[in-house]
């Protein structure tokens, strides 16, 4: 079954960029649209935004100016980019798979990885 | 503030049934049928439970089911067990200039 594992650093400095990585295994990337949501501790979810095995982006609006998700099929994974951070930042980050094949994003995640830590602090 | 409005706090006895809600505006749930709903336990990652109003992916119980009334979107759990008591979360498919998804701020579900 497909499995998906995020990795990058845990401690990032205020307005650095936060990189993270999300591989993919028992399955291939083609195909999905593959999302980034993050918590922040003690509170709800929130939306970062997906790429299409193709190519194509969406992002949360609010985030729009700072963020950047790519995607290596040749490696099977997608990534994040994060710049600017802040203390606001700091969240447990998600990777996830929509719940359709297709082009057309079915908003909904069934597959996610367990999530990585990453805290915003000098 | 989060996009979607849920109420931060919900119980019922084991055998119970009981029903979140999850309200929006027509530019999100009452307009497009892609309404989630997402279980999560502490510390472990959210579940899928229900996508695009009442599908429910293979492996879900049908005791969680969804339904959606002009803006507003529901879960109901019926037949409560002990293992239902978690954190459950909607979101849907917000359509304006600038389309994405947006969630819930969460609803404490606990099974007394």
């Known amino acids: 079954q497909v499995q998906l594992q995020e990795s990058g650093p845990g401690l990032v400095k205020p307005s650095e960029t936060l990189s993270l990585t999300c591989a993919v295994s028992?399955?291939?990337?083609?195909?999905?649209?593959w999302s980034w949501i993050r918590q922040p501790p003690g509170k709800g979810l929130e939306y970062i935004g997906y790429?299409?095995?193709?190519?194509?982006?969406n992002y949360n609006p609010s985030l729009k100016s700072r963020v950047t998700i790519s995607v290596d099929t040749s490696k099977n994974q997608f990534s994040l980019k994060l710049s600017s951070v802040t203390a606001a930042d700091t969240a447990v980050y998600y990777c996830?798979?929509?719940?359709?094949?297709?082009?057309?994003?079915?908003?909904?995640?069934?597959?996610w990885g367990q999530g990585t830590m990453v805290t915003v602090s000098s | 503030q989060s996009a979607l409005t849920q109420p931060p706090s919900a119980s019922g006895s084991p055998g119970q049934s009981v029903t979140i809600s999850c309200t929006g505006t027509?530019?999100?749930?009452?307009?497009?049928?892609?309404v989630s709903w997402y279980q999560q336990h502490p510390g472990k990652a959210p579940k899928l439970m229900i996508y695009e109003v009442t599908k429910r992916p293979s492996g879900v119980p049908d005791r969680f089911s969804g339904s959606k009334s002009g803006n507003t979107a529901s879960l109901t759990v019926s037949g409560l067990q002990a293992e239902d008591e978690a954190e459950y979360y909607c979101?849907?498919?917000?359509?304006?200039?600038?389309?994405?998804?947006?969630f819930g701020g969460g609803t404490k579900l606990t099974v007394l």
């Open positions: 979101s849907s498919y917000e359509g304006s200039n600038n389309p994405h998804v947006v």
């Open positions: 996830a798979r929509d719940v359709g094949s297709g082009d057309v994003s079915r908003d909904a995640f069934d597959i």
């Open positions: 027509s530019s999100d749930v009452g307009g497009y049928n892609y």
């Open positions: 028992g399955g291939s990337i083609s195909g999905y649209h």
């Open positions: 790429i299409y095995y193709r190519g194509r982006t």
